[in-house]
Each structure stands twice: as C-alpha cells, then as structure tokens.
C-alpha cells in the first residue's frame, strides 16, 4: 500500500508541481525522497535553494514520513539537526489529508491568503484536492514566511524573532547567503 499511495503522490507532484518547489525519489528509492524549496521572495531566505530530505515509513500513509531539512537554516521552527516543527508532521498527521479534507483547511486557507499564495504568490494551490507531499512543501514555504515564534524548536531563534526582527533578519539572511546560494 505505501509504495503505491508514493507513486501516486509522485505522479500528481510531477504533473502539477507546486510552484518554487519540488520532490522526488532518490535514485530508485521510493521511499526516499529529497525536495528543493527556493526562500520566498520578501523574506530573509530569498535567492536560497533549500534541499529537505523525506524518509516515507513502510506503514505510510498510516504514519507521517520524517521531512528534515539538509541545508543549514537560521529559524526558530528549524533545528540544527533540520528537525521541522510542523503539526502536519505530528499531532495533526491524518493519512487521509489532503487540503480539502484537513481539519487545517480553515487554517491552511487563512495562512495562504495571508502571505498572498492564493492570488498568485509564491507558491501556487488553486484551492484543488492537494497530496500530501504537495502540502508538506507548502507549509514548509509558508513557515519559511511566516514562523511561528510561540511553537519553536529553536527557543533562543524565536526569543530574537520577537524581540529584535531586524537582528533576526539579518542572522537569517546571513546563513541564506552562506548555505543556501551555492
């Protein structure tokens, strides 16, 4: 059953592939897989190529794969070991999830217009049935915009991002030039 729900959610990423991201296997691994997110543009990781990592369990969709990221980044929902703080990936996983189906519609379609995604932005939904992998990539894109200060893995990261942004920005923006542009 996995490889099977992996292959469809290949097929579907790779004939509409989100916008300024993109996912596939390693080799022939099925159940690894590496994706390329760009920095959003008006952000402190604009112009940076982040490489994220997605181990798929035997058991998916059942449980949620591991998505790390590979490329250093300064965010306060980012670890140094690429550990993601996202509820999709946790406490909110659902092997039914799909935007139309998510208890985070609501919230998913609130965040979008919020960083201007829906009319055209950085990344593009057009408020469809999405897989997964597609969502994943999404809110990973969304989180790079707009991070979540109050659920952070980085406490240190979010305690800046509160109380002094433009030293946040600019920490942010020097590790987007230093490991995420060539």
């Known amino acids: 059953m996995a490889s099977k729900r992996i292959l469809k959610e290949l097929k579907d990423l790779q004939k509409d592939p989100p916008t300024s991201c993109s996912a596939g296997p390693v080799a022939e691994d099925m159940f690894h897989w590496q994706a390329t997110i760009m920095g959003p543009p008006d952000s402190p990781y604009a112009g940076g190529v982040f490489l994220v990592t997605i181990h798929f369990p035997p058991d998916y ?22 550990s993601i703080c996202l509820d999709i990936l946790k406490e909110q996983w659902s092997p039914a999830l799909t935007i139309s189906k998510s208890p985070l519609n609501l919230t998913m379609h609130r965040t979008l217009d919020s960083i201007n995604l829906v009319n055209g932005g950085y990344c593009n939904l057009n408020f469809r049935n999405c897989t997964f992998m597609e969502m994943v990539l999404l809110s990973i894109c969304s989180l790079l915009t707009d991070p979540n200060p109050d659920d952070p893995l980085v406490p240190e990261i979010a305690h800046m991002y509160k109380t002094d942004r433009s030293k946040y920005e600019g920490t942010a923006r020097s590790w987007t030039q230093k490991y995420a542009m060539g």
């Open 61 to 82: 969709p059942f449980k949620p794969p591991k998505v790390a990221f590979r490329t250093k980044v300064f965010h306060p929902n980012i670890n140094s070991n690429g």
